[in-house]
């Protein structure tokens, strides 16, 4: 029979003051005990915690990792370990913890998640996808783990088999907001899908909202118009790589105030400079729908703008309770919110043409330019030479998601490669090196006569890198029926002609907007043969292919695609015509 602890009534308690929150009278009592015994494993594991949770991180690792070297393989000391690691941004550590971790207990649900979240954010989506699913089967009834297997599948590209598997959760859990959003956003990558059908999914999920009732009018008052944003994406990401030039001019006005409302916990350089240019600012991350509510209502807003629709960490639930008298939503999302509670959608004369409102519930407010602002960036290199002048042969690319690459897309680009002999396809972005992404690419181009030394895989850069990645290749391909966003004026602004073919969707409109914008949007395609027939036209003549690789950035700087001064009017004046107030 083992020796009674002698510190096990001291631990006790101490645990008892650490779960209730007195965390000074937790450490008295793990401090007493470890001045006994220095290498007592559970009390340094558990002070290793309520350091980190003091923001003492570097000494709270030390201590866990003083436990470890008492007991090597404990899965609940990894376990914590690799929690700290991951929230202090150390995912190589974090993860070989969890390993670690699931090595001793692969019971651990939370550890398979972790690590196949991480896995995820790093593009090894065929690992993340397998460590998701044994989450699954540990515990089958958790609706969560589905949802991150259904956001693997969409993330290699498997978008039949994503909405299969959220069809199937919705049937059981038909209230489940998160699956809800899941399969609506996951529906704008389906091939062959058209507004009306869109507009049913979305119309569908709303439904399940009382009608809002009207926001009580405001009184015309005196002072500047106050327009919040609300988003979990006000970091590097596309809607705070957008929002970032427009927050800076509005800042200059004096009859207009800004208010973000940040629903994001990771700080980077894009959510600084978001931050600083805000009139004000308040932190939501964390925060319940009946909080987020209350935040709303009390900052007296007129004008809220929604900034995620139904991606990831939306909080439309919240809109759809009327917390501003006039709601909008922008940037984030490609196209219906479904809700009546929306009364305005932000865009332009491209992305929803006139005649295109039936497939909207919101009205529709079409800027005058480009329906986001794009500011290039400072660092790109200098477009390089047409590489098919030193190759021989023309390179077509790609630097967009997985997920957008499906199978009548690729169907498409295989017959553009037999039409041009010799011609090579590189295809870049995170995760595009995994080998389930690789796989399912080459056998899909496969099918059509391509085979896989003619295609490239380039995975996550660094931005600079990514840019400069560009130089490699002579003509780029839009994916349908979700197109280039960013992408698009990245690969422009490097010379690098893009050919689209628009549906009549918003996912698939990004490119056409963005180009006509630039001023090159001759490139636009009106069915798929004139898709291949553009393509195959720009390779033909290298000569002139290159001198408009040399000559578009001037092209485009000199565009409405660049122009955020004018691009800020226009926002403002949309504002003016909603509000009825003289801005």
Same mark, same amino acid.
Request: proline share 10%; with cysteine; charged share 20%.
């Given at each position: 029979m083992p020796a009674a602890d002698p510190c096990a009534d001291t631990l006790s308690e101490a645990l008892s003051f650490h779960q209730g929150g007195a965390l000074l009278e937790a450490a008295e009592r793990y401090l007493a005990i470890l001045s006994q015994t220095p290498d007592h494993g559970e009390t340094l594991h558990l002070f290793g915690l309520l350091l980190h949770q003091q923001g003492k991180s570097s000494e709270g690792l030390s201590r866990i990792g003083a436990a470890l070297q008492r007991d090597t393989a404990n899965p609940v000391y990894l376990y914590n370990l690799g929690v700290i690691l991951q929230e202090l941004g150390r995912d190589a550590e974090a993860a070989d913890a969890y390993r670690k971790c699931l090595a001793a207990n692969p019971g651990n649900a939370s550890a398979w998640v972790n690590l196949g979240n991480l896995l995820a954010d790093h593009g090894h989506f065929g690992e993340a996808l397998e460590a998701h699913r044994n989450a699954a089967k540990l515990? +089958?009834?958790?609706?969560?783990?589905?949802?991150?297997?259904?956001?693997?599948?969409?993330?290699?590209?498997?978008?039949?088999?994503?909405?299969?598997? %959220?069809?199937?959760?919705?049937?059981?859990? +038909?209230?489940?907001?998160?699956?809800?959003?899941?399969?609506?956003?996951?529906?704008?990558?389906?091939?062959?899908?058209?507004?009306?059908?869109?507009?049913?999914?979305?119309?569908?999920?709303?439904?399940?909202?009382?009608? +809002?009732?009207?926001?009580? !009018?405001?009184?015309? /008052? !005196?002072?500047?118009? /106050?327009?919040?944003?609300l988003s979990p994406d006000l970091g590097n990401h596309p809607v705070g790589i957008f929002l970032a030039p427009l927050l800076e001019r509005l800042r200059e006005r004096d009859d207009l105030t800004t208010i973000c409302f940040n629903d994001r916990k990771r700080v980077d350089e894009y959510l600084q400079r978001n931050r600083a240019a805000a009139g004000e600012w308040h932190e939501v991350a964390g925060k319940s729908d009946g909080e987020l509510e209350a935040d709303l209502r009390g900052a007296d807003l007129d004008v809220l703008i929604d900034l995620c629709g139904h991606?990831?960490?939306? /909080?439309?639930?919240?809109?759809? $309770?009327?917390?501003?008298?006039?709601?909008?939503?922008? *940037?984030?999302?490609?196209?219906?919110?479904? %809700? @009546?509670?929306? #009364?305005?959608?932000?865009? #332009?004369?491209?992305?929803?043409?006139?005649?295109?409102?039936?497939?909207?519930?919101?009205?529709?407010?079409?800027?005058?330019? &480009?329906?986001? @602002?794009?500011?290039?960036? *400072?660092?790109?290199?200098?477009?390089? +030479?047409?590489?098919?002048?030193? &190759?021989?042969?023309?390179?077509?690319?790609?630097? &967009? &998601? @997985?997920?957008?690459?499906?199978?009548?897309?690729? *169907?498409?680009? *295989?017959?553009?490669?037999?039409?041009? @002999?010799?011609? $090579?396809?590189?295809? !870049?972005?995170?995760g595009m090196q995994d080998p389930a992404v690789v796989q399912r690419v080459r056998g899909l181009l496969s099918v059509h006569g391509i085979t896989p030394d003619r295609i490239d895989f380039l995975g996550q850069s660094n931005h600079v890198q990514h840019l400069a990645a560009f130089a490699g290749i002579d003509v780029a391909l839009d994916p349908m029926p979700y197109s280039g966003g960013l992408s698009t004026c990245e690969a422009i602004w490097m010379g690098v002609p893009v050919v689209t073919l628009p549906g009549d969707t918003f996912a698939s409109r990004h490119s056409l907007s963005h180009l006509h914008h630039a001023g090159v949007g001759d490139t636009v395609a009106k069915d798929e043969e004139d898709y291949l027939r553009i393509a195959s036209a720009l390779v033909s003549d290298a000569d002139a292919l290159a001198k408009r690789r040399a000559s578009m950035r001037s092209i485009i700087a000199a565009s409405p695609l660049c122009d955020r001064d004018a691009f800020a009017d226009g926002f403002v004046s949309l504002l003016a015509k909603v509000t009825g107030r003289k801005l």
């Open positions: 515990q +089958p009834g958790e609706v969560d783990h589905h949802l991150r297997v259904a956001r693997d599948l969409r993330l290699i590209g498997d978008i039949d088999g994503s909405l299969a598997l %959220l069809g199937e959760v919705l049937n059981q859990h +038909p209230g489940h907001e998160a699956a809800w959003s899941a399969m609506l956003f996951t529906s704008q990558y389906q091939p062959g899908i058209h507004c009306d059908e869109l507009l049913r999914r979305h119309s569908a999920w709303a439904s399940r909202f009382p009608h +809002p009732v009207e926001a009580a !009018k405001r009184k015309r /008052r !005196k002072g500047a118009l /106050r327009v919040g944003f991606g990831e960490g939306n /909080r439309l639930p919240v809109l759809a $309770r009327k917390p501003a008298p006039i709601q909008m939503t922008w *940037a984030g999302y490609v196209g219906t919110t479904g %809700l @009546p509670a929306i #009364d305005y959608l932000i865009s #332009d004369g491209h992305e929803t043409p006139e005649g295109s409102e039936a497939g909207y519930v919101e009205k529709q407010l079409r800027l005058p330019a &480009n329906y986001v @602002p794009w500011e290039a960036p *400072a660092y790109a290199p200098e477009p390089g +030479p047409l590489p098919m002048l030193a &190759n021989g042969f023309p390179t077509f690319g790609c630097f &967009n &998601n @997985p997920t957008k690459l499906t199978p009548s897309t690729l *169907a498409l680009w *295989a017959r553009l490669l037999r039409m041009v @002999p010799g011609s $090579r396809l590189v295809l !870049k972005y995170k």
